[in-house]
């Protein structure tokens, strides 16, 4: 089937809104429409789904599209429905009336495109209804999504999958696409071989992400607090993985605790729970999920703007796999990962539990490569890549190891100090212990041991716990020195650690930067004016959203809702040249976002400034919850500035809760001295309310007041 390139293109405008197509996408939607056999590997947020749903449109007949989860056919049909696309799942969600409904629907021809799970589909009453499609409507093609679950080698397989061979049997004259976010050589092969692909072609897109910011934070006993510093000072929704339930409850309930809307989930929870709250996270009626990786396949929320590791992953297959949840809709998106060097150990723990010596040996070989990327100094996307056998030529300039580069310190005498504790204490104590001698620690086990007698007791004062330990790990990874693996952990030295004893060889290490200023790093704050429409957008997204109990990002993606904040339409044929929106998108929502474009342009033509960056960095820590006194800890400004902030937000009508920061007793009584004294210094009004009030609370009213008694 040929189609005009052109059309191509048409055809993705009429149907999905957008003008040009993703890389790589084009080329398998071509070959998809010659009905050949095909294996597509492309990253999460590369647009996998539109390859095969563009061809289902375009061809006669229907298209059975196999998933694993009732989550991901039912997010996949809500978007295909928004944009007026015939789509309909069959599960054991459905009563008998409902099934019977949409059997009828797809045997008239109402449906392009059926999802199914594979016990489904290969039911002998479901595979006689697909004869009975064949033979009257046609079937122009299955589409396997998550094709890696066939695979025995791949990291979610799953038994049901590799009974699908049975479609190629059956139905050997149709088309089969295969499609997964990664796959080894090794579970390529699998695949094809499996479902019987027959001159199957592959496409592989790069695993590279370039919206996605990576970075690695040491995790240190303040890091709780960091980590929910972030939160309330990154918007949008994040997704929060641990390394057991236990993390997730804990951590859930400390988030709960503070304010945070946050909701667990993992695989000791309920099936009913888990789904409220998977859902709930979806539809944006809470912000944060902290899961274990129980959590993530069914998952297509495209807005995730951040995903937080607060445990060491235990592969770096895992970590990609997770991580690439967030900016799935191809905006910039973060993803941070807590190191610490007790992960390391519980991972290590879990590993020993393996009975399969083999399987232990390259769950250690994974490990080693999970902390060769957390401890890496080069670019993260160098190290990410190369595990799928990719080249990348570095400096990508969205990880903290590009933007940021760690210095390089020569730390020879330190070395000579801590190899030196190693071989006095006779070679028989981990990292921690070592530490304590050379801090002077007054712990009993040293006094036991007899350690505070020794001359590298106390020598190392100059340098903090978490500084010792950087170097210990430097060390360990460089092989400078060695390590039991019986449990114990035990520190041996190694020829190299003689070396550096007998002063043969010099040690330089990455030293971690202080974290000053850094949560001031996170804003990349674009044009106020924008950024506030931006906010609105969203709050009529969500409303809209729950009138019709789908997730917000069926209706518009952010990227299309950032689209109309920059571009301001004024009219419905300017709305219909933004990406993103198709002809029945503009008939169901045209007319309500242009209604709030157009009051806000209108609201912004009063003499009113817009806020500097620095009075938006303060809004946005407020919206999160965050009192005076800590914005200003934060910014490391002073109170009194914050509050003059603050001051100059009321007044160019921002969003500032006056009563989270003024009791309703004190307004009035400033306001009862403002209406009698008119719009004066803050010095008259202070001598007439006495010592009880002070002069940024006098401020902050008087900017209210003003607002209020604007008259233009």
């Excluded at 149709?174 to 092969?189: F, Y």
């Excluded at 009626?285 to 060491?312: E, S």
Aim: aromatic share 8%.
């Amino acid at each position: 089937m040929m189609i005009p390139q052109e059309s191509l293109e048409q055809a993705l405008k009429q149907f999905f809104g957008y003008d040009t197509f993703r890389p790589g996408q084009k080329d398998i939607i071509e070959k998809a429409l010659t009905n050949q056999d095909l294996l597509v590997i492309m990253p999460t947020g590369g647009g996998k789904s539109l390859c095969f749903q563009l061809p289902a449109l375009l061809k006669k007949g229907l298209t059975i599209v196999v998933s694993p989860l009732i989550a991901l056919m039912q997010d996949q049909v809500d978007s295909l429905l928004d944009n007026g696309i015939g789509a309909t799942f069959l599960n054991s969600t459905l009563n008998w009336d409902e099934l019977k409904s949409r059997e009828l629907a797809i045997l008239n021809g109402k449906i392009k495109l059926l999802y199914v799970a594979p016990e489904r589909l290969l039911s002998e009453k479901f595979l006689f209804f697909l004869d009975r499609l064949k033979n009257s409507i046609g079937i122009s093609g299955f589409a396997i999504d998550e094709a890696h679950c066939v695979s025995e080698w791949g990291h979610d397989f799953r038994p049901e999958y590799r009974k699908m061979i049975l479609l190629r049997y059956r139905y050997s004259d149709i088309p089969i696409m295969a499609l997964t976010a990664t796959a080894t050589e090794r579970v390529k092969e699998d695949i094809v071989k499996q479902l019987g692909l027959q001159n199957a072609e592959t496409y592989l897109s790069s695993f590279n992400r370039p919206n996605l910011y990576y970075e690695v934070r040491p995790k240190e006993r303040q890091s709780y607090n960091e980590l929910l510093t972030y939160i309330r000072t990154n918007k949008g929704a994040g997704i929060i993985y641990c390394l057991s339930r236990k993390n997730v409850d804990e951590l859930t309930f400390r988030l709960q605790q503070d304010n945070i809307s946050a909701l667990p989930y993992h695989a000791g929870l309920n099936d009913e729970v888990r789904s409220t709250n998977q859902n709930r996270f979806i539809r944006d009626d809470v912000r944060i999920i902290v899961a274990t990786i129980a959590f993530g396949m069914g998952i297509n929320k495209p807005d995730v703007r951040f995903v937080i590791h607060y445990n060491l992953p235990r592969t770096l297959e895992n970590y990609y796999q997770e991580s690439g949840r967030a900016g799935r809709d191809g905006e910039p998106a973060k993803c941070i990962l807590f190191f610490t060097f007790s992960d390391i150990k519980r991972v290590e723990y879990l590993i020993d539990q393996q009975s399969d010596e083999t399987q232990q040996k390259i769950s250690r070989q994974q490990l080693r490569k999970m902390i060769d990327y957390s401890e890496g100094t080069e670019c993260r996307r160098i190290i990410q890549l190369s595990y799928f056998g990719e080249k990348f030529k570095g400096n990508c300039q969205n990880c903290d190891n590009c933007l940021q580069p760690k210095p390089v310190e020569d730390w020879t005498i330190e070395s000579q100090k801590f190899l030196s504790c190693v071989a006095r204490t006779k070679e028989r104590f981990g990292i921690t212990h070592i530490i304590d001698v050379l801090r002077g620690s007054s712990k009993k086990k040293i006094m036991q041991y007899g350690h505070h007698l020794l001359s590298t007791y106390g020598i190392g004062k100059d340098r903090t716990v978490e500084e010792w330990r950087m170097l210990g790990r430097s060390l360990l990874h460089q092989g400078l020195i060695s390590e039991t693996t019986d449990g114990y952990s035990v520190l041996k030295l190694n020829k190299k650690s003689w070396e550096i004893l007998k002063k043969e060889r010099d040690v330089k290490i990455a030293v971690t930067l202080s974290k000053k200023d850094q949560l001031l790093k996170e804003y990349n704050l674009k044009n106020a004016e924008g950024e506030i429409l931006f906010e609105r957008l969203k709050g009529l997204r969500k409303y809209i959203a729950d009138l019709h109990s789908i997730a917000p990002y069926v209706i518009f993606p952010d990227s299309t809702l950032r689209l109309m904040a920059q571009m301001k339409p004024q009219s419905l044929t300017q709305f219909a040249n933004i990406s993103g929106i198709t002809e029945y998108k503009l008939k169901q929502y045209g007319e309500q976002f242009l209604s709030e474009i157009r009051s806000f342009c209108q609201e912004q033509t009063l003499p009113i400034k817009l806020p500097s960056d620095s009075e938006m960095i303060t809004l946005s820590l407020h919206q999160q919850g965050l009192n005076v006194n800590k914005i200003a800890e934060v910014r490391g400004l002073a109170i009194s500035t914050i509050y003059t902030h603050l001051s100059n937000l009321i007044e160019m009508r921002q969003p500032v809760e006056i009563s989270h920061l003024i009791s309703v007793e004190k307004r009035q009584e400033i306001v009862k001295v403002i209406d009698v004294k008119g719009d004066v210094s803050l010095t008259p009004i202070k001598e007439e309310l006495g010592d009880n009030y002070n002069y940024n609370e006098i401020r902050l009213v008087r900017s209210w007041w003003r607002k209020s008694n604007r008259t233009c």
